[in-house]
């Protein structure tokens, strides 16, 4: 291959004519065009993908009918998994009142169960994006999946309400599944285009929440014919079960972690620096910005897994509906997931290309605001269905399109503690869920003065995710980019926010010339007007350099940077 003079091999990417737009293709970057590999490395050289990477050999772009190694595989068989463990999760849901007569089961026991399931989750999500740091997605994910089969297993020999309720939290734990899902999307896919893979992803694989509303008491009742109703339930959970197992056993064979290859084989050959755990863990816990998104998917996130839990037995009981019936037009919240939540993803990629980080955020507090606003509506039209319906598919719509904007903005506030991040932010989610349904749901009329009625729960719920969205969304600041009311800090650049995550004897070693890439990468997030005036300047700096004469070297290209830490700046920049 010839080797151009900065030392790369332009080595073009299989698929239809190279540089022409490809329809399979999706996201802001739908071409096929040619990539460039070190051509001092023979391995990577040999490298052929059958999408446009970047400089880290991230996805550029989705082909969502392909199943290629390693970026559509991953993808596809990443956001199943997930689908799956929402699937499991919330499978008893819909059976609610068959269980509650088989095993005893009150109301005020079954909504406890619902808590349970998400708070089971909550400590296991940050471990798991530990996990995936140290050991990568694939066996972080697989180990999961297979470990908490069982626990689905088991709730079929249940036969108390307090064996029912320690069921659902252990099955809960599989839930951290999210976490996995968003930060192996966030290493296959470039910053470009991240937003609307993780939550494709993400939005994909929440939709078992919707479908099990369907699924299972369907399952149950054919189940039912040939045996009792009681045993019928129990019978249906090994479906969900066996499907956790040989999924973990399909992602261990058919993917790998990272564009390049597995952790362990990368690490092996010198090619990833082994993680420190600790480390990561104090760089993630010591970042306000990740907190600030975490309070964000606690009422996002936190405020659907609440209406996931409630929304079947409260349009039963306020409209009168069957079991099957109100767990079919409670599907219609968690189905929107299909559509919403990878909307939201794509919209922060589209806002992100044009206005940068700032236009991102500005998305994330418009669509937080429009779902908890029509949350509240959905209780002032208590008394009528059709509003009711209406004011649900507009609640799931910005809920879960904000659910997809807050992770088009996480893979940036950390590179070196990605998986913790991920693992934090879905850990608030969690933590959202037991919050909301505890606080407005988990509560009976002999609280007195504090009881609050279902419909009054769901306007108090909508007023307190929009009072979050302004001081969550607002109070998030990059110094290189700026926030959604105040412009970035002169002379800070990605290179000085990414560093700043090594010490200065790690930075001597040169540990941190592994975010270089992704620092390089995420200039995009200074959005299209600024990228314009930076060239500018440093066209006319060119200029001024060599005398007017603009040809002498070249004019300097942003990507090629490698801007050391300036101005004492730190990662909060002060």
């Known amino acids: 291959m010839a080797t151009n003079g900065d030392g790369f091999t332009d080595d073009s990417v299989k698929g239809p004519v190279s540089g022409k737009k490809n329809p399979k293709l999706q996201g802001p970057f739908p071409y096929e065009h040619k990539i460039k590999v070190p051509a001092n490395d023979p391995e990577l050289s040999q490298h052929v993908f059958?999408?446009?990477?970047?400089?880290?050999?991230?996805?550029?772009?989705?082909?969502?009918?392909?199943?290629?190694?390693?970026?559509?595989?991953?993808?596809?068989?990443?956001?199943?998994?997930?689908?799956?463990?929402?699937?499991?999760?919330?499978?008893?849901?819909?059976?609610?009142?068959t269980i509650r007569q088989d095993v005893g089961l009150t109301g005020y026991k079954a909504n406890e169960a619902g808590v349970v399931t998400t708070a089971g989750t909550v400590v296991v999500r940050v471990l798991m994006g530990s996990m995936c740091d140290k050991f990568g997605p694939r066996y972080a994910y697989a180990f999961l999946l297979m470990f908490t089969a069982p626990f689905i297993f088991g709730i079929a020999a249940v036969h108390t309400a307090p064996g029912y309720i320690i069921s659902r939290f252990l099955i809960g734990w599989a839930l951290a599944a999210f976490v996995t899902c968003q930060f192996w999307t966030s290493i296959m896919f470039s910053p470009n285009v991240?937003?609307?893979?993780?939550?494709?992803?993400?939005?994909?694989?929440?939709?078992?929440?919707?479908?099990?509303?369907?699924?299972?008491?369907?399952?149950?009742?054919?189940?039912?014919?040939?045996?009792?109703?009681?045993?019928?339930?129990?019978?249906?959970?090994?479906?969900?079960?066996?499907?956790?197992?040989?999924?973990?056993?399909?992602?261990?064979?058919?993917?790998?972690?990272?564009?390049?290859?597995?952790y362990?084989?990368?690490?092996?050959?010198?090619?990833?620096?082994?993680?420190?755990?600790?480390?990561?863990?104090?760089n993630g816990f010591t970042n306000y910005r990740i907190w600030l998104l975490a309070a964000c998917y606690a009422y996002s996130f936190g405020v659907e897994l609440a209406i996931d839990n409630t929304l079947a037995p409260y349009l039963g009981s306020q409209f009168g509906f069957s079991t099957n019936k109100a767990a079919n037009l409670a599907s219609i919240f968690g189905m929107m997931n299909f559509w919403a939540r990878p909307l939201g993803g794509f919209l922060s990629d589209i806002v992100g290309r044009r206005f940068g980080m700032r236009g991102r955020l500005w998305l994330l507090w418009s669509t937080m605001t429009f779902g908890g606003l029509f949350v509240c509506l959905m209780g002032v039209a208590g008394n009528s269905y059709a509003a009711t319906q209406a004011f649900i598919i507009l609640a799931a719509a910005g809920i879960e399109g904000t659910c997809g904007a807050i992770?088009?903005?996480?893979?940036?506030?950390?590179?070196?503690?990605?998986?913790?991040?991920?693992?934090?932010v879905s850990a608030g989610g969690a933590i959202g869920g037991v919050m909301n349904q505890g606080i407005f749901f988990l509560n009976t009329a002999a609280a007195g003065p504090y009881y609050i009625p279902p419909i009054d729960a769901f306007k108090w719920m909508g007023v307190v995710m929009i009072a979050v969205s302004c001081f969550g969304v607002g109070g998030q600041y990059f110094p290189m980019w700026g926030g959604m009311f105040f412009p970035a800090k002169k002379g800070i650049t990605e290179e000085d926010y990414y560093f700043a995550e090594y010490n200065s004897a790690e930075r001597e070693k040169g540990y941190h010339l592994a975010s270089s890439a992704f620092a390089n990468e995420s200039r995009s997030m200074r959005g299209m007007k600024r990228t314009a005036?930076?060239?500018?300047?440093?066209?006319?700096?060119?200029?001024?350099?060599?005398?007017?004469?603009?040809?002498?070297?070249?004019?300097?290209d942003s990507s090629t940077s490698t801007t050391p830490m300036t101005n004492g700046a730190s990662r909060n920049g002060v």
């Open 50 to 97: 059958k999408l446009p990477v970047d400089s880290e050999h991230k996805a550029k772009a989705l082909n969502l009918f392909s199943l290629a190694q390693p970026h559509m595989r991953s993808f596809h068989l990443n956001w199943i998994g997930f689908f799956i463990t929402f699937f499991s999760a919330y499978g008893a849901a819909p059976l609610i009142p």
């Open 194 to 262: 991240v937003g609307f893979a993780n939550a494709l992803a993400g939005g994909w694989g929440n939709a078992g929440g919707g479908v099990t509303q369907v699924v299972m008491p369907n399952l149950a009742d054919g189940i039912g014919k040939h045996t009792y109703a009681f045993r019928a339930w129990r019978w249906a959970f090994f479906f969900p079960g066996c499907l956790q197992i040989i999924w973990g056993l399909v992602i261990l064979m058919f993917t790998q972690d990272t564009p390049d290859g597995s």
């Open 264 to 282: 362990a084989a990368l690490e092996k050959k010198g090619k990833k620096q082994k993680a420190n755990l600790l480390k990561e863990l104090l």
């Open 407 to 424: 992770y088009g903005v996480v893979p940036f506030v950390s590179r070196r503690s990605c998986g913790l991040c991920c693992g934090l």
């Open 533 to 556: 005036a930076d060239a500018a300047a440093r066209f006319k700096a060119q200029q001024e350099a060599n005398g007017g004469d603009d040809t002498a070297h070249g004019i300097m």
